[in-house]
């Protein structure tokens, strides 16, 4: 009975502790365990070999200063179309945007300024006739001693001066649109350069003052103004002839390159910065009225820390990354990157130095800190 008792334990244990010599299988690494400490920025971690961590490297690059601007035509390369004839617009054969050639015609206005203007030629004609008439005759009279030389000399100033009368009407005949030998209540008003019309103020049917105003705005648009914002504290970055990268916000992968022309002598009191113009060559798409980034570029290179791109954690329009602090902690650190440099590194213009140690991948940290 004792025996059968011991054997029928044996076998209860047996069962119980799973007998027959297998193998444990291996188990999968503890999750990590994330602590936040009273420092909203410090993390402490119960498996910190989790999370590797790279060395931030040394960087010589010119310092760089990013601003806003917009693009503008080229004043010098700006013409306004001028006419002399006032009146009421009867046709208009551009329209503003429009891509025009230089004689090309732009609208037409029915004026009474020709109807004084062909008045005051015809009468300067008549008067030209008969003073050159007059001056045969005293020539004629004087060779015969018929008349004296005060009274030929008179005869020729008459005849100067109508002859000074009539090309002043017929010039200005000329400068209302008008040809003296057709004349035409109708002034055809053409282009006086080529280019693209970027201010347009008239329409069908409206009114004309002379030198009230110009009907259209003309620009050559093959070289452009970008004209940037910088605040007072960047200006000693910004220096004349300096070149500067270029972006449209509507084309961002397409770099172009500009002078800088012109730095404003007077600052915005309100938002205190001051207005830097960037001449650039314009390749075809750069609009009047475009949003643009220019970026400025140092003289003197300085040492910037570079570090894997996945160490870079983008939170809230800002980047962080996280520093080992001690053995089993880690500190969240905003920095501001500047350049993407091959093989996915990152440079960064400040909040790191060379040298330091950062988490090479940060939103497998960070994941881990959402999960607890």
């Not at 648009?221 to 910004?238: G, H």
């Not at 009191?269 to 650039?280: H, L, N, Q």
């Not at 993407?340 to 990152?346: G, Y």
């Amino acid at each position: 009975m004792k025996v059968a008792t011991s054997v029928v334990v044996a076998l209860a244990l047996c069962l119980l502790t799973g007998c027959g010599g297998g193998q444990p299988s291996s188990e999968a690494p503890p999750a990590p365990q994330v602590e936040h400490e009273e420092d909203g920025s410090l993390l402490r971690v119960d498996h910190p070999e989790q999370f590797p961590v790279a060395v931030a490297v040394e960087h010589d690059a010119a310092p760089q200063l990013t601003v806003t601007g917009v693009v503008n035509p080229d004043v010098a390369r700006t013409v306004p179309v001028v006419t002399l004839a006032s009146g009421r617009v009867v046709e208009v054969r551009a329209r503003l945007g429009d891509t025009v050639q230089k004689g090309q015609l732009l609208l037409r206005v029915r004026s009474d300024d020709v109807s004084s203007g062909y008045s005051d030629y015809r009468k300067a004609v008549a008067d030209e006739l008969l003073a050159r008439q007059q001056l045969d005759r005293a020539k004629e009279l004087f060779e015969h001693g018929a008349i004296p030389k005060s009274a030929l000399e008179a005869a020729v100033d008459t005849e100067a001066d109508a002859k000074a009368t009539l090309d002043t009407t017929t010039e200005h005949l000329r400068l209302l649109g008008n040809d003296p030998d057709h004349p035409s209540g109708v002034v055809d008003i053409i282009a006086p350069v080529s280019g693209v019309i970027t201010d347009q103020e008239v329409t069908q049917g409206s009114s004309i003052q002379s030198f009230a105003a110009n009907p259209f705005t003309i620009s050559d648009l093959s070289r452009v103004w970008v004209v940037c914002d910088v605040y007072e504290n960047d200006l000693p970055s910004v220096h004349l002839g300096d070149t500067a990268d270029v972006r449209l916000n509507a084309y961002p992968n397409q770099l172009l390159k500009g002078t800088i022309s012109n730095i404003g002598a007077v600052l915005d009191p309100s938002i205190r910065t001051a207005k830097v113009r960037i001449e650039v060559a314009n390749p075809g798409p750069m609009r009047v009225g475009m949003f643009a980034t220019a970026t400025f570029y140092g003289r003197k290179k300085e040492a910037h820390a570079v570090i894997p791109a996945n160490a870079i954690l983008h939170l809230h329009d800002r980047n962080w990354v996280f520093l080992p602090q001690g053995t089993d902690q880690f500190r969240r650190v905003e920095v501001m990157a500047g350049e993407t440099l091959p093989n996915n590194m990152q440079e960064i213009l400040s909040g790191l130095a060379p040298g330091q140690k950062v988490v090479a991948n940060a939103l497998t940290l960070q994941n881990a800190v959402d999960n607890q």
